[in-house]
């Protein structure tokens, strides 16, 4: 099974930019697509980036224009900047890679924007 291990992430205020990066155990070849998943207090899980493995994105409306996601196979890594952060980007961002139906999920890493 792969191991997913989040690093990036902390604390920014708002207008601030932080970075997000996902080591894959194996190669991100093996998966269909990839991304990021966030949950902020109170409410539930949410899509807020992916790549597929045909390097196709696609972004929740709420962050377009601002975050972006890649991916290295190099590096086995699948990242995302972060921009122009505000208050309802708080959350703990979750990283995931997804084989056909079934997706892997990292542990989560908190992101908090607070002046």
């Known amino acids: 099974q792969v191991q997913l291990v989040n690093s990036g992430g902390g604390s920014v205020q708002p207008g601030g930019s932080l970075s997000l990066s996902c080591a894959a155990s194996?190669?991100?070849?093996?998966?269909?697509?990839m991304g990021w998943y966030r949950q902020a207090p109170g409410k539930q899980r949410e899509p807020v980036a992916t790549?597929?493995?045909?390097?196709?994105?696609n972004y929740a409306d709420s962050v377009k224009g601002r975050f972006t996601i890649t991916r290295d196979n190099a590096k086995n890594t699948v990242n995302l900047q972060m921009n122009s952060l505000d208050f309802e980007d708080t959350a703990v961002y979750y990283c995931?890679?997804?084989?056909?139906?079934?997706?892997?999920w990292g542990k989560g890493t908190l992101v908090t924007v607070s002046s």
């Open positions: 995931y890679v997804q084989n056909y139906a079934v997706k892997y």
């Open positions: 194996t190669r991100l070849s093996l998966f269909n697509a």
């Open positions: 790549v597929t493995s045909a390097a196709s994105t």
